[in-house]
T-cell receptor
Framework: GAVVSQHPSWVICKSGTSVKIECRSL??????MFWYRQFPKQSLMLMAT?????????EQGVEKDKFLINHASLTLSTLTVTSAHPEDSSFYIC????????????FGPGTRLTVL | KNEVEQSPQNLTAQEGEFITINCSYS?????LHWLQQHPGGGIVSLFM???GKKKHGRLIATINIQEKHSSLHITASHPRDSAVYIC????????????FGTGTRLTIIP
């Protein structure tokens, strides 16, 4: 199946700093990418949907100024957690999908963020 | 009540056993994903199906659209199958976002 990578796989940062997470589709063009957050033993929570070349659509309750999403190309989307705080510590997962609206989503391996 | 319910929530079985995980949903859907999440966190898409049955190796997924129900079966289970299995659906009501079940934690004992 298609491959989606994320970088970094884990990151530890100090409170107040910003962290950028990259999501890449390695062997297909991802028209749409999704960013999820997952707390321990809970299901995935969709944060935002990002389409190449346009602004991301954020889910209710997700601060767009806090979680900046850029989808500059068909193979790369980035999530920047700005002024991170300990409550932002979580597992962040991206997924990517091709041009069909109901195509299979391919998930990245996730990034574990710990804010001290 | 969640739109997507899975059962059981937790399942422990001996190596070699036949495993069934169930998913019921309350909305009309266009397709359903079965996903596997290993302890490290990465998620693998096992199947996407909208009707009938799909098979890949020891894994079989079935769906009954009329009954709003899907099952994931694992034959000859192995400890490496230990993971969380998640059912996710594409609802019919226009958006293209997945709605996730809460997952089934499977542990296969050698």
């Amino acid at each position: 199946g298609a491959v989606v990578s994320q970088h970094p796989s884990w990151v530890i940062c100090k409170s107040g700093t910003s962290v950028k997470i990259e999501c890449r589709s390695l062997d297909f063009q991802a028209t749409t990418m999704f960013w999820y957050r997952q707390f321990p033993k809970q299901s995935l929570m969709l944060m935002a949907t990002s389409n190449e070349g346009s602004k991301a659509t954020y889910e209710q309750g997700v601060e767009k100024d806090k979680f900046l999403i850029n989808h500059a190309s068909l193979t790369l989307s980035t999530l920047t957690v700005t002024s991170a705080h300990p409550e932002d510590s979580s597992f962040y997962i991206c997924s990517a999908r091709g041009a069909g609206g109901r195509d299979t989503q391919y998930f990245g391996p996730g990034t574990r963020l710990t804010v001290l | 009540k969640n739109e997507v319910e899975q059962s059981p929530q937790n399942l422990t079985a001996q190596e070699g056993e036949f495993i069934t995980i169930n998913c019921s949903y309350s909305v009309g859907i266009s397709a359903l994903h079965w996903l596997q999440q290993h302890p490290g966190g990465g998620i693998v898409s096992l199947f996407m199906l909208s009707s009938g049955k799909k098979k890949h190796g020891r894994l079989i997924a079935t769906i009954n659209i009329q009954e709003k129900h899907s099952s994931l079966h694992i034959t000859a289970s192995h400890p490496r199958d230990s993971a969380v299995y998640i059912c996710a659906v594409y609802p019919n009501f226009g958006n293209e976002k997945l709605t996730f079940g809460t997952g089934t934690r499977l542990t296969i004992i050698p």
